[in-house]
């Protein structure tokens, strides 16, 4: 799956549950530029994550693992938000995405620790040494 914003809504019973997200920057993005965030039940649990940079590089897979998550009303919601980034002098969004995701009861080993993107530097942008975007970046 991938969009700029989505989520994913899993029903479960109550308890303490894992989640494995797996991922791979097989798309030939510059995954610094196309960074995104993660949220787990409304809470931001990664930020600006690089993919390539947090597998040890392009086309690799890598795991990243929550424990200890607990339903909400009997849902554990993931929500993938893409970041705001510079592109030259444009403010832009890329896209989130997933490949996989698992999600059991208890704790799962192992799950790489995630990388974050540089965050694009808005002070100069808002003080005119950028264009505008356009409402199409948004």
Same mark, same amino acid.
């Given at each position: ?6 989520? =994913?809504?899993?029903? +479960?019973? &109550? ?5 494995? $997200?797996? %991922?791979? *920057?097989? /798309?030939? #993005? ?34 990243? =693992?929550?424990?200890? +998550?607990? &339903? ?5 919601? $993931?929500? %993938?938000? *893409?970041? /705001?980034? #510079? ?52």
């Amino acid at each position: 799956v991938h969009a700029r914003d989505f989520w =994913v809504n899993l029903t +479960v019973g &109550p308890g303490r549950y894992h989640l494995r $997200l797996k %991922f791979a *920057a097989t /798309r030939e #993005m510059d995954t610094r530029r196309n960074c995104f965030d993660i949220l787990v039940n409304g809470e931001r649990s990664v930020e600006r994550l690089d993919v390539a940079a947090t597998a040890g590089g392009p086309h690799r897979a890598v795991d990243l =693992v929550f424990n200890d +998550v607990a &339903p909400r009303n009997g849902v554990i919601e $993931l929500r %993938f938000t *893409a970041a /705001r980034t #510079m592109v030259g002098d444009r403010l832009v969004r890329g896209e989130a995405f997933v490949q996989a995701l698992e999600v059991g009861p208890g704790r799962a080993r192992g799950g790489a620790k995630p990388v974050s993107a540089p965050a694009p530097n808005l002070t100069e942008w808002a003080a005119g040494s950028a264009s505008s975007p356009s409402a199409a970046h948004w």
